[in-house]
């Protein structure tokens, strides 16, 4: 108003005044001045307004509030306070605080403490509100991803309102829709700062809280540029930022969006695109950028991520064992139209692997939103290796290729093929990793055609089953490994079990220390459940003696290759000679044969073994601290040494060893000689025993083999002796020997014995072995044999000396015995001292009676001091000796006496096989007397022959006496006298005796009975004659005869009778008992001329009329024997032989 009234004053005053100029003219000067006085004052009040914040008053904020609200549609802007600046440039600036954007119903959706924007002032000027630049704070963002994978946008905290989340895509055409309004085609800059952001992810059920964010939006035509950054709000010991960038065109769907962070959890990376779903088992920070484009229809192109994975750990759930690694880096592209993953670069480095791989992979089931698996194929370069650090240096392989898939929920990772290469060597892998609520599940399987054991070792951790790498190591000495098994499975809670196997070849290995090496081996090892086991099909061990052992089949086998001092196995199987398995026997740490102080060469042939050997592993391995359990068969074996002087020789021998016992059983030959038994040794630390048990042959090549000193013939047959040998270090064995002569024949013909070989009898001997052996005790029974006794050897093992202090044959002989050595092939000499020999059951002859009869060996010396020899029952000699060769049968003189009293001598001679006798006495009377065939007689000559009759035991016999005999006190005598009613005679008789001067008999000797032939006495007195019977063993008698009286006289008729007969002469009989006959005379025969005497008489007995060849003691070198002698002549031939003497 005051403007206007100054406007009208002004043009009325000129009206006015039009003639005044002077007063015109000063007040114009007045008016330019004021002008430019307010001008000046204007620029000073707008200089001094620049910068300043001035509040609105309510008519603007009004107006302000009705412009922004008519531009963005959907929402309603309230704010409490608003201020203008006026920027340099005079560009003003709204400022508006406590700021709230509400929907369309009036509720609350964002708040926000601080806008500020820069508006055109001109529009301004014209009453527009044209923003060119917006400042936010304090916004906050809501997304949220459904399980379909849709991400909706709001503004405000989520759950606060009630609105419904806006897709990007729709938030970006509501953002091109606003931004190509007129009001806002001046805008170029949005920034917003102090932005919370929330974002809730449903398909992994997590959510993440940024704040202090920043936006900034700039606009350059149509092209739109937006770059943000975050730091997310976490649990854990470090930060995570983020960084946002995208660029676009209005009105065009082409875009390209930009997202690179730091420190990121992988989990939370993996949740956020198919493309990274691979990162969900990882447990490690992440920083990267991912780029991505969409075309102008709104499809998503590739999308680019680079990566760099901090030092973590591949962990699918927390009770999996971490699998830790320092980096991860990766490069590569998705492309979402083909699921497909190209890795431009995928490296690790941990210090279990560093390696780098290049490759491809394919997302599987994407197209329901996130993928089942992934198949992923990957070639690596040089690969350097230490899992578990359990190398201490990494190991550096070639290369690898990898077929892998992966499925994500739950993790398994599925290993198709696995190909490294090392030295020009490819191993190949396959299996399955699979986290378990319990932990990792493993399997893995492996394969390698060769590999040199070198490499091997190198690959095999020392601390991966050590005790299996070190013995390995430290055993084996060269090897071509060929079809390499490899083999891992591991459980959840529970230790990984490992399978290596492999074939080797040229194989060289000491598997016990100071053994012999195994050469040129070829065979399978294995390694499973912690048990190791090597099987060689062929292979060979050179013995220091003997030449190779062929091992093919043999076995070493380690059954827990975790434990120290680990127990171990040999399964042994084994081919050489007899040498070079003894050889290996007596290697430290066994040396039994050292220790039994025998040489490795002690036999010849060929042995197979198979047993098993327990032992340990140690550094230095005892004898006690290895098992035995060993058997075979040794063959054509043949030893000059274990039978000192002998062959041992044998088709096939049983070996073993076990329980600390070395035993040989079978059947062979000592020589010539069969055997088969069983020898047990103690080889235990400290035991100094042996024993062998078995049989050996009786037979006479026993006897020639051991040089016994039996002449031939003297064991016939063969049969078995059953044996038992102990042993004692350092003393000779003990031997007990028994058998039951079955199918042997014995023949002893000194004393007239023998043994069929069908008969059976007893044989027990026992004694030492030494030099010479001794046998301390003998036994012998059989065929009426029993005898006790001790044998002594000489040096060279032929007899020395045999003494029995009883010998007992039948009932014939009972005496002690000794047998004297006499060298090889002489029949040792025969010894008596004392006891009995009755002739009545045997002569000596020696031809056995027991075994045959023919000679077949000559005897040696018999020397005899019997205490008694019965010849027969009432005759016995006493004090009786001799000395008598045997080598052609009984041949020698004798002495002793008759019952004890007449002494006599006598001379024994070979006759037809037996013996022949001869006595002779001084005293016939006496011998007469003391062999009781009279009660009194005195003076003559006797001489008797006896000479072997038919059949065993009998003896055909002639006696002779000659000289002034007298016969008296004899009780037949008498009686026949008295029937005869001779006074005379029977005077004679009672006083000096009936004189004889010659007495003749024959007879027959047997053990039944004695057959007098022919009989005569002649005397001057009286002629006698008898022949008859006599029974020893009932005393009876029947005898007949003829007594002529007056014989000197009536002996005239002796011509034409018997001699002793006269012409005249009385038939008599004695029957009955010796002692008292029944005498019976026939008096008329005293009529009867004596050449018809036999016809009152009974025919006398005959003379045998044959009879065997008489041996004659004069053979000539050929050994012919002389013409049997005619019946009769027996007694007669061998008194001629005893006159040519």
């Not at 074939?503 to 050469?519: A, C, H, L, R, Y």
Request: proline fraction near 5%; charged fraction near 25%; glycine fraction near 10%.
């Amino acid at each position: 108003m005051r403007g206007e009234r100054a406007t009208s004053g002004f043009m009325s005053d000129t009206a006015q005044t039009k003639p005044r100029g002077k007063r015109l003219k000063r007040f114009g000067l007045w008016s330019v001045a004021l002008v430019l006085a307010v001008c000046l004052g204007l620029s000073v009040a707008a200089v001094s307004m620049l910068g300043t914040r001035l509040s609105a008053p309510d008519w603007v904020r009004d107006r302000v509030t009705r412009e922004i609200n008519a531009a963005v549609e959907g929402v309603s802007l309230h704010f409490g306070d608003m201020a203008v600046v006026m920027e340099e440039g005079w560009v003003p600036r709204l400022s508006l605080r406590d700021v709230t954007v509400r929907d369309t119903t009036g509720l609350p959706i964002a708040n926000l403490s601080d806008v500020q924007g820069t508006v055109d002032l001109k529009a301004l000027l014209q009453g527009q509100l044209h923003p060119s630049t917006v400042r936010l704070s304090g916004a906050q963002l809501s997304f949220r991803r459904t399980d379909a994978g849709e991400v909706g946008v709001t503004l405000g905290e989520v759950g606060t309102s009630e609105q419904q989340p806006v897709t990007v895509a729709a938030m970006a055409e509501r953002l091109d829709v606003v931004l190509n309004r007129p009001a806002f085609r001046s805008l170029t800059t949005i920034e917003a700062t102090n932005v919370s952001l929330r974002y809730e992810d449903e398909r992994t059920e997590r959510a993440w809280t940024a704040d202090g964010g920043r936006l900034d939006v700039t606009r350059e035509g149509d092209d739109i540029r937006l770059r943000g950054d975050f730091a997310l709000i976490g649990a854990r010991d470090y930060a995570t930022t983020l960084a946002l960038n995208y660029t676009g065109r209005l009105g065009s769907a082409a875009s390209e969006v930009g997202l690179s962070f730091e420190d990121m959890p992988a989990r939370d990376v993996a949740g956020q695109s198919p493309a990274l779903a691979w990162l969900y088992a990882i447990d490690a920070p992440i920083s990267g950028a991912l780029r991505a484009s969409v075309d102008d229809t709104g499809k998503l192109g590739p999308l680019n991520a680079t990566l760099q994975i901090g030092q973590g750990a591949v962990r699918p759930n927390e009770a999996t064992e971490p699998i830790a690694f320092d980096s991860v880096r990766s490069y590569f592209t998705y492309d979402p139209s083909e699921d497909r993953i190209v890795f431009n670069e995928l490296s690790i480095d941990s210090k279990w692997v560093k390696t780098s791989a290049t490759g491809h992979a394919y997302l599987v089931g994407v197209e329901k939103g996130w993928p089942r698996e992934i198949l992923l194929q990957v070639n690596l370069s040089e690969v350097v290796a230490n899992p578990m650090d359990l190398y201490a240096e990494a190991v550096t392989l070639q290369g690898a290729r990898m077929d892998m898939r992966l499925k994500l929920n739950p993790f398994a990772l599925t290993l198709g093929e696995l190909s490294l290469s090392d030295q020009d060597e490819v191993l190949r892998l396959s299996g399955e990793a699979r986290a378990e609520p319990e932990g990792w599940d493993v399997t893995l399987n492996g394969h390698m055609e060769r590999i040199d054991p070198d490499r091997l070792l190198q690959l095999w951790p020392e601390r991966l089953q050590d005790k299996t790498r070190d013995w390995i190591t430290e055993n084996v000495r060269a090897a071509d490994l060929r079809n390499i098994q490899l083999a891992l499975r591991s459980l959840p809670k529970r230790s990984p079990d490992l399978f290596l196997g492999f074939d080797f070849e040229k194989f060289s290995t000491q598997f016990i220390k100071n053994f012999p090496v195994i050469e040129d081996a070829h065979g399978h090892a294995s390694l499973m459940d912690n048990r190791f086991v090597v099987s060689a099909l062929g292979g060979h061990v050179t013995a220091p003696q003997g030449g190779r052992v062929d091992i093919s089949g043999t076995s070493f086998d380690i059954p827990d290759v975790t434990i120290k001092r680990t127990p171990a196995q040999v399964n042994l199987r084994t081919r050489s000679t007899i040498t070079a398995a003894l050889s290996l026997l007596d290697e430290p740490p066994l040396e039994f044969l050292t220790k039994a102080g025998r040489e490795v060469t002690l036999a010849d042939g060929m042995a197979e073994l198979q047993g098993v050997l327990d032992l340990r592993l140690l550094k230095k391995l005892s004898v006690e601290d290895v098992e035995f359990d060993i058997a075979g068969t040794l063959r054509d074996v043949r030893s000059e040494v274990l039978v000192p002087g002998r062959v041992l020789s044998s088709a096939a021998l049983d070996v073993a060893l076990a329980d600390d016992v070395l035993t040989v059983a079978g059947a062979g030959r000592i020589g010539q000689v069969p055997f088969d038994g069983r020898f047990e040794t103690d080889i235990s630390p400290g035991a100094n025993t042996s024993t062998v048990r078995g049989w050996i042959e009786l037979s006479e090549r026993f006897v020639e083999e051991f040089g016994i000193g039996l002449p031939p013939g003297s064991v016939s047959g063969a049969g078995r002796a059953d044996m038992e040998i102990d042993f004692e270090k350092g003393a000779p064995g003990v031997f007990r020997l028994s058998s039951t002569l079955a199918g042997v024949g014995l023949r002893v013909p000194q004393l007239d014995w023998a043994l069929s070989q069908g008969a059976t009898g007893r044989l027990e001997a026992s004694g030492r072995l030494g030099e010479p052996p001794s046998i301390d005790r003998l036994e012998i029974s059989g065929a009426g044999l029993t005898a006790r006794g001790a044998v002594t050897l000489r040096d060279n093992g032929q007899l020395n000396r045999a003494t029995f202090s009883q010998v007992q044959i039948g009932s014939w002989l009972k005496a002690p015995v000794e047998l004297v050595g006499r060298g090889a092939g002489a029949a040792p000499a025969l010894r008596v001292q004392g006891g009995s020999v009755d002739l009545r059951q045997t002569s000596l002859a020696g031809d056995g009676g027991g075994g045959g009869r023919q000679r077949t060996q000559r005897g040696g010396p018999v020397s005899l001091a019997l205490d008694r020899l019965q010849i027969s029952d009432g005759i016995a000699l006493t004090d009786f000796r001799a000395d008598l060769d045997m080598s052609q049968g009984a041949n020698g003189s004798f002495t002793g006496r008759i019952n004890g009293m007449s002494p006599i001598t006598g001379r024994v001679v070979p006759q037809n096989g037996r013996s022949a006798f001869r006595i002779q006495a001084k005293d016939a009377a006496g011998v007469l007397v003391s062999a009781g065939l009279v009660k009194g007689a005195r003076n003559g000559k006797l001489d008797v022959t006896l000479v072997p009759g038919k059949g065993p035991g009998i003896y055909e016999g002639r006696l002779t006496a000659k000289g002034s005999m007298r016969l008296k006190d004899a009780p037949s005598m008498a009686a026949l006298l008295n029937a005869l009613t001779v006074v005379g005679l029977l005077e004679q008789l009672g006083g000096d005796g009936i004189h004889f001067e010659s007495l003749e008999a024959r007879f027959q000797l047997s053990p039944q009975r004695v057959t007098l032939y022919s009989s005569s006495a002649v005397g001057a007195a009286m002629g006698i004659t008898m022949d008859g019977y006599y029974y020893p063993e009932s005393g009876q008698m029947d005898m007949q005869g003829v007594i002529s009286p007056v014989y000197l006289v009536n002996a005239v008729g002796s011509l034409f009778t018997r001699r002793g007969e006269g012409l005249f002469g009385f038939n008599y009989t004695l029957k009955g008992p010796a002692r008292s006959p029944r005498v019976s005379v026939n008096p008329l025969s005293a009529f009867t001329p004596g050449m018809f005497r036999e016809l009152f008489r009974r025919p006398a007995p005959e003379l045998p009329q044959s009879r065997q060849p008489a041996q004659s003691t004069q053979q000539g070198a050929e050994g012919s024997q002389s013409q049997p002698p005619q019946s009769g002549s027996r007694v007669r031939d061998f008194n001629n032989r005893e006159a040519g003497r």
